[in-house]
């Protein structure tokens, strides 16, 4: 078993076609236990109303992933307990709160952030801060297994 931390980022590339959707699919192994933040599911809503505001998709296509993404099997935490330590991180490194919540809690959780986020991937593994706990989405090893 694998336990990693994923953001929205990576769970935008569940639904739709993009570049690295493939990459971000291997995490929907059942192998693999993941994690997000309780305020995972309203980060997705706005990459969902984003694409709808671009015309990308339909609201009822955006209705279909939140409906589809409420019963994965992720493990939510509350964010509050991990704030204090988020903005410790974020001051250091010049990233946003809410991705820093992300790395704390796969640092807590001695897991893996997945992200596809390549600005603040890029910052934190420069700055060396808890780069040991991030991981690129393309850099996850091939996996076979039954998907979730």
């Not at 078993?1 to 699919?25: G, I, N, Q, Y």
């Not at 955006?62 to 509050?80: D, Y």
């Not at 992200?115 to 991030?134: H, Q, V």
Request: charged letters at 25%; a negative charge; glycine letters at 4%.
């Amino acid at each position: 078993m694998s336990v990693f931390v994923v953001d929205a980022s990576v769970a935008a590339k569940w639904f739709f076609d993009e570049p690295l959707s493939d990459d971000a699919t291997r995490l929907l192994d059942a192998s693999h236990i993941l994690h997000v933040p309780d305020f995972f599911l309203l980060e997705i809503d706005s990459v969902l109303c984003k694409k709808m505001r671009r015309g990308e998709i339909s609201r009822g296509e955006a209705q279909e992933v939140r409906s589809s993404i409420a019963i994965f099997p992720l493990q939510k935490h509350p964010f509050q307990l991990l704030m204090d330590a988020a903005f410790e991180l974020a001051a250091q490194t010049r990233c946003s709160p809410y991705d820093c919540v992300y790395l704390i809690l796969a640092i807590i959780l001695g897991a893996q952030m997945v992200t596809a986020d390549r600005r603040f991937y890029e910052r934190i593994y420069n700055s060396r801060l808890a780069a040991e706990n991030l991981r690129w989405v393309e850099d996850l090893p091939q996996i076979g297994g039954d998907p979730l």
